[in-house]
């Protein structure tokens, strides 16, 4: 795949980009390792200043980075500036708490280990390589990116191809904040040339934010060559409603998650889980709701829903959607691609689905919702159990036993009770089975890529 901007509006390439050779990215390597024995001179309090920097940095130029990003993925343009702002959030967040997360943690009764004093001690590991995806461009390298020169390690950036003008803004923004040369560099690489980078002695370690097939060869790699990673992959998350929860809410609610930065975001309410009593009232609202979005040029602040990032990302679309419709599903809204230039997919809702539909068990990356009808709790806790993603989950109702009971079934990394899921860098996020393994933001994040050494005195 070409490293270039593509509008997905329009379909025009506006931008290409050659990709870096051998002996560049040899170079970038060595500029991070380097810049990692640079950051061992340093204290959090020093990292922090620069780190702050960076953010009012980020937060200057919002404007003008929410319009690459929105050129490049097609995002309505006030989501990609929220995005912005978010980024700059983060990196306050970990200038302020990393050196709390990763102070020493004393054993309180050291003498149960013969000793006088004993405690674990956080150190960085060094080069982390980070393999992200194009659909949140600057947030999901930044919430790596944040508490991994917050602790000291350095970092890499194999960006997606079609973001190349994202990734070149991140590897320059932490040096002009202050960091060290080199201390996060970009490398414009296709995915074939990956694992040479995984395979070099002078990174320590990985983390991938993409698909399950993705995942599986990163994961495979770095296995082979005993290297910690990271994974965040797919997700198909339930967003199950009760008769108890306020409807009108719960509808509002379901629409914003489903639709958020054109339905493609691995996070985003993709199933719709609805109890018998409540269902037709909660389903014509809900369609009804997708038929008034504006779909259009995304630079335009009226519009809801742009376009799909790739053409062939809205063919996968389209493919679920024609094989749900072909094997007895409803149409409730939308259901077809937007002809004209560029690649637009009409927001869509599909009712009266069944087991042998591939949109049942597959992720939907794009605006389509899928609607399922339940008449009981279990019955509920089966249907969004039954794929093999266990990202994140919402649960609707009214009633304390309820949501006792679904924040202890539900299979996920996460339960969000009458409210969408949302990361923050507050909270701990990551998925279980096949949407992946261990844990980004808040402390479990910024400990994912650290040496937990432990000290023992006699």
Known sequence: ???????????????????????????RIGEAHAAYLALHETDFAQRAGWMRAAADILESEADELARIMT???????????????????????????????????????????????????????????????????????VRFAAPALMAGNTGLLKHASNVPQTALYLDTLFERGGFPAGSFRALLIGSREVEAVIRDARVTAVTLTGSEPAGRSVASIAGSEVKKSVLELGGSDPFIVLPSADLDSAVATAVTARIQNNGQSCIAAKRFLVHAEVYEEFAGKFAERFRALTVGDPLDESTDVGPVATASGRDDLA???????????????????????????????????????????????????????????????????QTTFGLSSAVWTQDAEEEAYFVRELQAGAVFVNGMTVSYPELPFGGIKASGYGRELAAEGIREFMNVKTVWKA
């Open 319 to 385: 493919e679920l959607v024609d094989d749900a419709v072909a094997k007895g599903a409803t149409v409730l809204a939308g259901g077809a691609a937007i002809d004209g230039p560029g690649w637009f997919y009409q927001p869509t809702v599909l009712a009266d689905l069944t087991d042998e539909m591939r949109i049942v068990l597959e992720e939907t990356f794009g605006p389509v919702a899928s609607l399922y009808r339940f008449e009981n709790r279990a019955e509920a806790v089966r249907i969004a159990n």
């Open 1 to 27: 795949m070409a490293i270039a901007t593509v509008n997905p509006a329009t379909g025009v390439t506006e931008k290409e980009f050659p990709p870096h050779d051998a002996a560049e990215v040899d170079e």
């Open 71 to 141: 050129t490049e993925m097609g995002k309505p343009l006030r989501q990609a500036k929220a995005e912005a702002l978010k980024c700059a959030k983060n990196m306050r967040f970990y200038a302020d708490h990393a050196e709390g997360f990763l102070a020493d943690e004393p054993l309180e009764d050291a003498s149960a280990v013969g000793a006088s004093r004993a405690y674990a001690r956080y150190q960085p590991l060094g080069v982390v390589l980070a393999v992200m995806p194009w659909n949140f461009p600057m947030w999901q390298v």
